[in-house]
């Protein structure tokens, strides 16, 4: 079956820096993403990565070792408004179907 | 640009109702996708349009549940004869589909109840 494992809740105060883990086990892999989504909100697109290694956008960094079936969002500089859920998720094909993970929730704390 | 929308935003119904949930996806996407989150979970898949393609309903939890989408349009996701255990947030999203897509934009979702 498809399973996809990270934790469940990270705490941690503004400025820090925080690394979500995230491992899979899927039939088959094309991408690994990351979604955010607040209280209430709709899940928003953070990151991809299709190749191993390291992408950055801004505060956000995602990495990816497919040969460890692993990967990472890691969150700098948090914000209050980092306070969300964030979800990762594998893609089979392109443009195809996600199997999510869980979910971790991260607290900002001041 | 319009992003893509969802309703009703919320919908209680009594349990052996039926229900039907409509999805309007970004324009010129061809890829459309369902979702269900129950409460603090994980997204689970449930069907997904491909252009002219046939669906996958390989993630549809049973046959009480059907979906249509007209062309590149409006989908609609049907339950019928609802239980409790669909109480849930209904997500649909959309893509470009195409190859180099992976990005996927969602909607507010509906949440529904089931009493």
């Known amino acids: 079956g498809q399973s996809l494992e990270q934790p469940s809740e990270v705490t941690a105060v503004e400025g820090a820096i925080v690394q979500i883990n995230c491992t899979y086990q899927?039939?088959?892999?094309?991408?690994l993403s990351w979604y955010q989504q607040h209280d209430g909100g709709a899940p928003t697109f953070l990151s991809y990565?299709?190749?191993?290694g390291l992408e950055e956008t801004g505060r956000f960094s995602s990495f990816l070792s497919r040969s460890d079936s692993y990967g990472y969002l890691l969150l700098q500089e948090l914000q209050m408004k980092d306070s969300a859920s964030y979800f990762c998720?594998?893609?089979?094909?392109?443009?195809?179907?996600?199997?999510f993970g869980g979910g971790t929730r991260v607290l900002v704390k001041p | 640009g319009a992003g893509v929308s969802q309703s009703p935003s919320n919908k209680v119904t009594e349990k052996g109702k039926d229900v039907e949930l409509r999805c309007d996806p970004i324009?010129?996407?061809?890829?459309l996708y369902w979702y269900r989150q129950r409460l603090g979970q994980g997204l689970e898949f449930l069907i997904y349009?491909?252009?002219?393609?046939?669906?996958?309903k390989s993630g549809l939890p049973s046959d009480r549940f059907s979906a249509e989408r007209t062309g590149e349009s409006v989908s609609t996701l049907t339950i019928q004869r609802t239980q409790q255990e669909d109480s849930a947030v209904y997500l649909c999203?959309?893509?470009?589909?195409?190859?180099?897509?992976?990005?996927?934009?969602f909607g507010p979702g509906t949440r529904l109840t089931v009493t």
């Open positions: 349009f491909q252009g002219n393609s046939a669906p996958d």
């Open positions: 998720a594998v893609s089979e094909a392109a443009g195809n179907k996600l199997t």
């Open positions: 999203a959309s893509s470009l589909g195409d190859a180099y897509s992976y990005e996927q934009y």
């Open positions: 899927t039939s088959g892999f094309y991408g």
């Open positions: 990565n299709a190749l191993d």
């Open positions: 324009s010129g996407h061809t890829a």
